[in-house]
């Protein structure tokens, strides 16, 4: 059984960083693309980074590019995001996805999800 677990959120300022991890057991054959989504309040669940397990694929959004970096331990088995020059508008719940194949940017795609972290950035 798969399970992912996001850690890491929290309250931040306005510029400030915060690191998200996902710790993932259960089977690292079925986790090989991996990707950062999030869902504020009333809107829709948003693409924010992918990698794969192999590292030889990072995507981003254009909203968190160049802020945000995403990277993966597989020795620890933990996806991490890091993610700096916060803005209010990055106030979400964060979640952690997996999928057999390489990472997309379609939700629908990925079947293993972590029960979500919360970042709150005040202006």
């Known amino acids: 059984q798969v399970q992912l677990v996001e850690s890491g959120g929290g309250l931040v300022q306005a510029g400030d960083s915060l690191r998200l991890s996902c710790a993932t057991s259960?089977?690292?054959?079925?986790?090989?693309?991996m990707a950062w989504f999030r869902q504020a309040p009333g809107k829709e669940r948003e693409f924010v980074a992918a990698?794969?397990?192999?590292?030889?694929?990072?995507d981003y959004s254009d909203s968190v590019k160049g802020r945000f970096t995403v990277s993966g331990d597989n020795a620890k088995n933990t996806v991490y995001l890091q993610m700096n020059s916060l803005k209010p508008e990055d106030t979400a719940v964060y979640y952690c996805?997996?999928?057999?194949?390489?990472?997309?940017?379609?939700?629908?795609?990925?079947?293993?999800w972590g029960q979500g972290t919360q970042v709150t950035v005040s202006s």
């Open positions: 990698t794969s397990r192999s590292a030889s694929t990072t």
């Open positions: 259960g089977g690292s054959s079925s986790t090989y693309g």
């Open positions: 996805a997996a999928r057999l194949f390489a990472p997309v940017r379609d939700h629908t795609q990925y079947i293993y």
